[in-house]
């Protein structure tokens, strides 16, 4: 059993003396996992960086086994973020979160695009925006999409302001003022025309991450004991602190 595949590192383990397990996000194979001999190697532990894009080399003898796995560098998305602390938690929590939520071996070619898109806008700086629509993106593909595109109780797609726990659905601030505390905050980014919004405003991206990290552990994680990715509740709680600051 053999292919070659593009795909991006999402972890690396150690695995005995010089080998590690690495697992790519892969276009046509899915999340798929191989061992790498020398990969803990000074070279290879630069080209296995979670986030980086790699050409595969998967090799087996029958299709159920771990194989043995050769990536070649094609691009260093990790390299570039490695001295901003804020968007390597973002990368990092992009990798965790994608390697916990989706099966193995089941090709998600429309995930593999959408993470190859935030790793390229990591560097501008739009990357907070972009990375919670991320999120909302990859609930959509795995089949428990979000509805913000108008008012769940009156139709209208003006003064929207929360999201419904149950439904996913949008919710004006006139339909839910008498059920505030019972709704989720949807920022203004994420029904603004450009989808961007004001990235200094860090308390909007956080709030934010609680609605997609809710929907994300309610409905994608529920199978994992500690819900969130450690990486993912890191990056939120960097955020949470500029919102503390605001």
Not at 17 to 32: D, F, K, M, Y
Not at 144 to 159: K, P
Not at 203 to 221: C, K, P, Q
Request: charged fraction near 25%.
């Amino acid at each position: 059993m053999e292919w070659v595949d593009q795909g991006i590192v999402l972890s690396a383990r150690r695995h005995g003396e010089s080998s590690v397990i690495a697992t790519l996000l892969t276009r046509a194979h899915g999340c798929h996992a191989g061992l790498v001999r020398g990969g803990a190697g000074k070279r290879a532990r630069g080209i296995l960086q979670p986030g980086n894009k790699v050409e595969a080399r998967w090799r087996a003898r029958l299709a159920e086994h771990l194989g043995t796995m050769m990536c070649e560098l094609t691009h260093p998305y990790a390299a570039a973020v490695m001295d901003d602390a804020d968007r390597l938690a973002a990368l990092s929590s992009a990798c965790a979160l994608t390697e916990a939520a989706l099966p193995e071996r089941e090709a998600h070619e429309a995930v593999y695009d959408g993470l190859l898109v935030l790793l390229e806008a990591i560097e501008s700086n739009d990357w907070p925006t972009v990375y919670v629509h991320w999120e909302i993106g990859l609930l959509g593909e795995l089949g428990f999409g979000l509805d913000l595109s108008e008012c769940a109780a009156t139709g209208r797609n003006d003064q929207l302001a929360y999201v419904s726990p149950k439904s996913g659905r949008a919710v004006s601030l006139a339909a839910g003022e008498a059920y505030e505390n019972k709704l989720l905050p949807l920022p203004a980014f994420l029904v603004s025309i450009d989808g961007k919004g004001d990235v200094s405003e860090m308390s909007e991206v956080a709030d934010g991450l609680r609605l997609t990290g809710y929907f994300l552990e309610r409905h994608v994680l529920s199978h994992h004991d500690k819900g969130l990715p450690a990486a993912r509740r890191r990056l939120a709680a960097r955020l949470n602190k500029y919102k503390q600051r605001e």
